[in-house]
């Protein structure tokens, strides 16, 4: 990330990781114009390490530890001691006191997919990651506050796609006084799959509509159920034997409560490839899994209405099982929450799942690029509206393309934002299309109403800029109409910028049905 020339660039990069012979020159159109450096942060803070009640019934702070942190975090506008600050002292529930001790950027660690993406035309690749998440586990006591708080450390050594998030966004930390600490990054490492090892050589299964497990917390279990979900496998083969490799995995979840916490739109992943091995089983003896945790699980939903992203960890092996015909997995996860008084709440989930191989359009599906799943609304946890009164969800038919759309409720102006995706290498043209499944039940037949358009791309200075308006009054209702904007000279010169965080929101301006309105296939068009 970047140099003009490309050769400075690789040499630079291969200094900084001291000649390593696995590291490969990237070709110089890959990188960013404007690449985000790595801070490196370091404060002394205190932490606290027990919770009590205190006399107004509010959760508070009942003894203190002075710890050292350390964390990697991406440098924006402000000046980097305010950057640390924010990030090492002001976390959680603040510290007291706390003071950073250092401000700068990394003179180790390579740019390239550290806090910007790594980009290449056509096809992703893996790059090899070390890190350490530093957080604490709560022991929730009787009255609900935290008995204790030790603090659990979590070295990270693994391949990850950094194609569509930077390893600062893919490693986050949930949980207590989370830091993230990232030490080494090597591209195309000797280590990681090649580009060509996937995907023709996976095999994709899909999780059916239905029981999955169950979440404990606050004393309550509830049960939890797939809306639907998918694992893709391959192999990594020796000159002697094979083993398989869980590249991904998927699964939403429908909604539900947990201990009074609201759990909507939530999607479970997993896309670090985890090798399968001999873990001990339950009744003695061996069976074939995942250690303990080798799994790292990534939790995006709502919680309480609130956006959230969780890092769930296996503290124990789990199993998983696969024959031609189907796939089985089981174990449990620990999810750190809290309640809405504040408290802590630990939740404990319990998987037991089993697949079918796909068809050919799910396992397509499953292919799906991050930027080709927001583009193609496949999920809502992309997509979310701040508008009282609406929600999105998940639809799996009608559809115009892929595996799902967004499926939206309400009436008057309803915003619905998509997530960020990278204009590298896009191929712009004159006009952005969607498709507008119109429900029925329209009160008024002389007006259905109007959407609208609109383009953000934050690190570009381009805040909601206007797309356009197409009118929806006769239209044909219970059925899908391609609406088509057609996109300014403005509008195309910013998606031909090569910006890794761009993301096009819509207004439906319409009257209340009682029915879903749906969104699916936004493309550009002629």
């Known amino acids: 990330m970047t ?22 020159c990237l070709k110089p159109e890959s990188f960013h114009p404007q690449p985000i450096p790595a801070l490196q942060c370091e404060a002394t803070r205190a932490e606290c390490v027990e919770e009590q009640v205190m006399p107004d019934g509010t959760i508070g702070c009942k003894t203190y530890e002075t710890v050292h ?6 440098h924006g506008e402000k000046d980097k001691l305010d950057e640390c600050t924010l990030s090492l002292c002001q976390s959680g529930r603040g510290h007291m006191p706390c003071e950073v001790t250092k401000a700068e950027l990394s003179p180790t660690l390579p740019e390239i997919g550290t806090c910007d993406v790594v980009k290449v035309e056509g096809e992703q ?10 957080f604490r586990n709560c022991y929730l006591s009787g009255d609900g506050s935290c008995h204790g708080l030790p603090q659990v450390t979590n070295e990270i050594a693994g391949c990850y796609i950094l194609t569509e998030e930077s390893a600062v966004q893919r490693l986050s930390v949930s949980g207590r006084d989370g830091t993230l600490k990232v030490k080494s990054l090597v591209n195309y490492s000797s280590l990681c799959p090649t580009a060509n090892e996937f995907p023709s050589a996976l095999t994709s299964y899909d999780v059916a509509p239905g029981p999955v497990g169950s979440a404990a917390g606050g004393g309550l279990t509830v049960p939890l159920r797939a809306a639907r ?74 919680f309480n209405g609130v956006d959230s992203f969780y890092v769930a960890t296996n503290s124990a092996p789990w199993r998983f099982d696969r024959t031609a015909s189907a796939l089985s997995f089981s174990g449990t996860l620990d999810i750190e929450d809290r309640t809405s008084t504040g408290a802590q709440l630990p939740i404990t989930v319990t998987v037991s799942a089993t697949a ?96 609208q358009m609109f383009l953000t791309c934050v690190s570009g200075g381009v805040n909601n800029q206007y797309v ?22 403005q509008v195309q010169a910013n998606l031909r910028r090569g910006l890794t965080d761009c993301s096009f929101s819509f207004g439906l301006n319409v009257n209340q049905t009682g029915r879903k309105w749906i969104l699916d296939n936004l493309r550009l068009t002629p």
């Open 229 to 302: 979900g998918n694992a893709l496998v391959g192999q990594s083969c020796d000159a002697e034997s094979c083993v398989d490799v869980l590249k991904n995995l998927r699964v939403r979840l429908d909604d539900t409560t947990v201990a009074g916490v609201a759990l909507t739109n939530v999607l479970v992943t997993a896309d670090q490839p985890t090798i399968v091995q001999q873990v001990p089983a339950p009744g003695g003896g061996t069976t074939t899994g995942f250690p303990a945790g080798s799994l790292g699980l990534f939790v995006r939903g709502r």
């Open 3 to 24: 140099m003009r020339n490309g050769l400075s660039k690789c040499l630079l990069l291969a200094s900084l990781m001291g000649g390593a012979s696995t590291v490969a």
């Open 69 to 74: 942190s350390s964390s990697t975090i991406c």
């Open 468 to 489: 356009g308006q197409v009118e929806l009054t006769g239209k044909p209702v219970g059925a899908f109409s391609t609406l088509r904007f057609p996109l300014s000279t």
């Open 125 to 134: 690749r893996y790059t090899y990651v070390e890190a350490t998440q530093v």
């Open 356 to 451: 079918t191989p796909s068809s050919p359009a799910s396992k397509a599906c499953a292919l799906f690029t991050r930027s080709q799943r927001v583009l193609g609304l496949e999920d809502p946890v992309d997509w979310t509206t701040t508008t009282a009164g609406a929600s999105v969800s998940l639809v799996t038919s009608p559809l115009t393309q892929g595996c799902g759309a967004l499926g939206i409720t309400g009436q008057g102006f309803i915003s619905v934002a998509g997530d960020t995706f990278s204009t590298v290498g896009l191929n712009v043209k004159p006009a952005a299309s969607v498709d507008l499944f119109i429900p029925t039940n329209q009160p008024n037949p002389y007006w259905i109403g109007a959407a």
